[in-house]
């Protein structure tokens, strides 16, 4: 890693003044530039160069590395959040790649300390992701590199396994224990304070806990900050940034990264323009029970009542809102049909991806579903002691798609590697209540109702 020329340090300070004087609000930014192989290796370590070691990061790296060298893939910017926030430049792009690069990381930063689901991250995480590679290489020492390396990838394979709304309770940790229908929505911490394992063990699942909670909020907002950092990059280069000879060469990077196959969904895409269409609307008045109540389309083709509220009601949204609640409140029909949001699905006799649905409802509902937790199946703890033998039962929220079998078996396997007791999972297999055991040998399936009475008896 180098420090930046002289040239681009300039151009930073010039795009830095453009973005505060647009509205934006971000702490020190430090941009710094790497070669190919330095941001492939960093981008694999979650961007965090002082990450703990472990063979996955590896694998990381090594799949980044092919991407780049046989021309599939490239990454133009790295940005982390962090204060001060870090971004790293390719060394090797053209300048005007390196200011839109910069425009664009403006308005990352300006996301990651702005917007509410941001608010509790760890802004020194720098500090805390080398404190952890710091307890992870002592637990190496102490114990041998594959006894750890092992203990990591099992605690690796949960990391999913968190409340993800846990950090915006008021007081998370004053339990109702008095409560028969108490359920522990935050697996890894049920683990740390139930599982009957060494101290080493449980630091090892606090740390991968603390880096999935750091992790957490960007999966949450993957549609709206990129969408946000795009808006504020395609603005700041076509308005203030791009000479006469940039424009051609910043619309070909520009409509690259926008681009979605139909069967596809591009975050950068979905997110600029809802953003677009939230500003347009709010300009023009588009909203409130008066516009949705207007049946007449010429009038509301030509609906605009000046009202000029578009880039104050941006600003609130982004300062607000998650990817779940952004598309549930703004995305309409229209923009669909604009943006040519369907449903499709493969035609095995045409070999080609056809279009399943134009239902509004249908796309929306899969949208969401997708989105919340992240399109994985939630999971609870509910009793560390049932049939009073300390096996533990989890419990799986049906809301209407069953859990895939591979990845239950995978989970409940991962469990039991660290609570070594029988694991049971309460779910719904072939539209049936289930009990799914697994005693560390064989996978059991049995009634709901016939486990919960044995359990009752004993």
């Keep these: ?13 010039d795009i830095e003044k453009l973005a505060k004087n647009y509205g ?34 590896g694998m990381e790296y090594e799949g980044l590395s092919k991407g780049y060298e046989y021309g599939l893939s490239k990454i133009y910017e790295l940005v982390i959040n962090n204060n001060p ?11 005007t790649d390196q200011k839109l690069v910069m425009a664009h990381v403006y308005g990352h930063c300006d996301f990651f300390k702005n917007n509410k689901w941001f608010e509790n991250t760890d802004r020194k995480m720098m500090d805390t992701m080398g404190n952890h590679a710091a307890r992870v290489r002592r637990h ?19 990391e999913n396994l968190i409340d993800r709304y846990r950090p915006y309770v008021k007081n998370p940790e004053q339990k109702h224990e008095n409560s028969e229908n108490y359920i522990e929505k935050d697996i890894l911490m049920f683990l740390i304070q139930h599982a009957e394992i060494e101290d080493w063990k449980k630091d090892i699942i606090q740390i991968i806990r603390s880096e999935s909670y750091y992790f957490s909020p960007q999966g949450m907002t993957k549609i709206m900050n990129e969408g946000w950092a795009s808006y504020w990059h395609a603005k700041m280069m076509t308005q203030d940034i791009c000479k006469d000879h940039e424009i051609v060469q910043f619309a070909d990077v520009h409509s690259g990264t926008m681009a979605m196959n139909p069967n596809g969904f591009n975050p950068y895409k979905i997110g600029i323009e809802l953003f677009r269409n939230i500003e347009e609307r709010w300009n023009k008045g588009q909203f409130g029970r008066e516009w949705y109540s207007c049946d007449d389309i010429q009038q509301k083709a030509n609906w605009d009542l000046k009202l000029n509220q ?12 998650n990817d779940v609640g952004f598309i ?29 649905t134009r239902d509004f409802k249908a796309i929306k509902s899969k949208l969401l579903f997708q989105l919340a937790n992240f399109g994985q199946p939630i999971i609870s703890a509910v009793d560390s002691n049932m049939n009073k033998k300390g096996e533990l039962l989890l419990s799986h929220l049906f809301e209407g798609v069953e859990m895939q079998p591979d990845y239950m078996k995978e989970t409940m396997t991962r469990v039991y590697d660290i609570w070594q007791k029988p694991i049971h999972l309460a779910t719904v297999l072939d539209k049936e209540s ?18 919960a009475k044995v359990d009752e008896k004993n």
């Excluded at 330095?38 to 160069?49: C, E, L, R, W």
């Design 85 to 95: 926030c870090y971004a790293y430049l390719l060394e090797g792009n053209s300048t």
């Design 310 to 321: 578009g880039k104050e009601k941006i600003f609130q949204v982004r300062r607000d809102y």
């Design 24 to 57: 934006l609000d971000f702490f020190e930014t430090v941009f710094e530039m790497v070669d190919y192989s330095q941001m492939n290796q960093i981008a694999a370590y979650g961007g965090f160069p002082i990450r703990y070691p472990h063979w996955r990061f």
């Design 434 to 451: 289930k009990v799914v055991t697994y005693d560390g040998e064989a996978f059991a399936i049995n009634d709901f109702d016939a486990v």
């Design 328 to 356: 549930d409140e703004f995305l309409t029909e229209e923009f669909c049909i604009e943006n040519k949001l369907f449903v499709y699905k493969f035609n095995r006799k045409t070999n080609k991806f056809e279009i399943d």
């Design 1 to 13: 890693m180098a420090n930046i020329s002289k040239e681009l340090s300039g151009y930073q300070q």
């Design 140 to 158: 190496i020492d102490k114990h041998g590199i594959q006894k750890v390396e092992n203990f990591i990838d099992t605690c690796l394979s949960l």
